[in-house]
């Protein structure tokens, strides 16, 4: 029981392991632009090697920033349910739709080809590609670096009054955010089952159960979310901030060519992976 317990060790996304590595002395914004175009390459291509590639990179990228692949797999175990429930439901009702291929079941509305398996199996390993590049970014690059970023690559679009400063503050607050609310999540269920409440008798694969067993914290949860933002709000005023006001950053990005040939070498995987005709 006591792994049920450990969910902030199972949340990679929104946490910063500072190793020192190659990817963590890259230049933010070309570590978030690489990021961006092997994500829609990997949403976009729909073949067994293509996504096999994209595995074996997500991966290589664990070992290239000094981050240890466990760490990263951990990353996956709370989607695990979901991405069972997503391929139950894709073999079950999108056998219509992708029906090309050849026929292996076949019973009223439910059909199952080679392309409806090839869907699930594809879906499945996109997920865990993009779970794996996103801690790999969030891993090796601070929240303030993912701010100034994200503002500096949006700075463009001032120019028609969006709202850029804000944009990115608010994507990087729901990055930071998703480790402080495992932590509370965790100490809640500490807290339940020291007064008797039950949590992990069944397996990760009994979902209804286990989804019972997370009503009593979900009221708690919100709760503590809205404090936190309150605290947040304060925290800002006191420091005077002003939405849509201008303001200088106290840290300038400037890429250098090793930065440059890391953004050459992303797209050129994310062209392989969207334009090279792989055969299966």
Same mark, same amino acid.
């Given at each position: ?9 199972? %949340? ?7 190793? &020192?590595?190659? %990817? ?47 760490? !990263? ?34 019973? !009223? ?32 690059? $601070? ?11 949006? $700075? ?28 509370? *999540?965790?100490? +809640? *269920?500490?807290?339940? /089952?020291? #007064?008797?409440?039950?949590? !992990?008798?069944? &397996?990760?694969?009994?979902? %209804?159960?286990?989804?019972?067993? *997370? ?20 925290? +800002?005023?006191? #420091?005077?901030?002003?939405? !849509? ?18 953004? /050459? ?16």
């Amino acid at each position: 029981m006591s792994s049920e317990f450990d969910i902030s060790r199972n %949340i990679t996304i929104g946490q910063y392991v500072p190793t &020192g590595s190659f %990817i963590h002395r890259l230049d933010p914004r070309i570590k978030l632009l690489a990021f961006v175009f092997l994500v829609l390459a990997i949403a976009l291509n729909t073949s067994y090697i293509g996504n096999a590639i994209g595995l074996i990179l997500s991966l290589y990228l664990f070992r290239v920033s000094k981050i240890p692949i466990k760490y !990263g797999l951990s990353g996956v175990k709370p989607a695990i349910p979901f991405i069972i429930i997503l391929a139950v439901l894709q073999l079950l009702f999108q056998g219509q739709i992708f029906s090309g291929g050849t026929v292996y079941f076949k019973f !009223g509305f439910i059909l199952i080809t080679s392309e409806s398996i090839r869907l699930v199996v594809v879906s499945a390993v996109r997920f865990i590609e993009i779970i794996f590049l996103s801690s790999v970014l969030t891993l090796s690059t $601070s929240t303030t670096e993912l701010t100034h970023s994200i503002q500096s690559l949006l $700075s463009p679009l001032k120019k028609i009054k969006f709202p850029v400063h804000e944009i990115s503050l608010i994507t990087t607050i729901s990055i930071r955010f998703v480790p402080t609310f495992a932590i509370e *999540m965790e100490k +809640m *269920m500490k807290a339940q /089952a020291s #007064r008797g409440a039950e949590f !992990g008798n069944g &397996g990760w694969w009994r979902i %209804i159960q286990r989804t019972k067993e *997370m009503f009593p914290i979900i009221v708690p949860l919100f709760n503590i979310a809205l404090s936190r933002a309150e605290d947040l709000i304060l925290a +800002m005023e006191s #420091r005077c901030y002003t939405p !849509g006001g201008e303001r200088t950053t106290f840290s300038v990005y400037r890429a250098m060519a090793k930065d440059y040939l890391v953004l /050459a070498i992303g797209l050129l995987f994310a062209f392989l992976l969207l334009f090279y005709p792989f055969p299966i």
